[in-house]
């Protein structure tokens, strides 16, 4: 089993920064990949950002240039530098993990582990 918790989301100006964090506890070592999901009020929720455990990431194509996924093996956690922020970024922010290996896909589909959320407002 495994327990993630998202962290380091707030309230930001347009142009603004904040790093989210997702730590995760159990079974970690099983996960293969894992990703940022949002999810903004009456939308679905859309993939941001996956990274595998060879290194290898996708970005969605509106946070390209201006999202930074990584991940700390040592400290079981993952990480969301997002830069140049926009209203339209406003979202609860969800942190996921998955078995499968390569699975570098931004779909809901495959992740078996999700935590709670962290919301983020962009203000203009």
């Known amino acids: 089993q495994v327990q993630l918790v998202e962290s380091g989301g707030g309230s930001v100006q347009a142009g603004g920064s904040l790093r989210l964090s997702c730590a995760a506890s159990g079974s970690r070592y099983f996960m293969h990949c894992m990703a940022w999901f949002r999810q903004a009020p009456g939308k679905e929720r859309e993939g941001v950002a996956v990274?595998?455990?060879?290194?290898?990431?996708r970005y969605a194509d509106d946070v390209k240039g201006r999202f930074t996924i990584s991940q700390d093996n040592a400290k079981n956690t993952l990480y969301l530098q997002m830069n140049s922020l926009k209203p339209e970024d406003t979202a609860m922010y969800y942190c996921a993990a998955t078995r499968i290996v390569g699975w570098l896909r931004l779909a809901n589909i495959g992740f078996e582990y999700w935590g709670q959320g962290t919301p983020v407002t962009v203000s203009a």
């Open positions: 990274i595998c455990s060879d290194g290898t990431t």
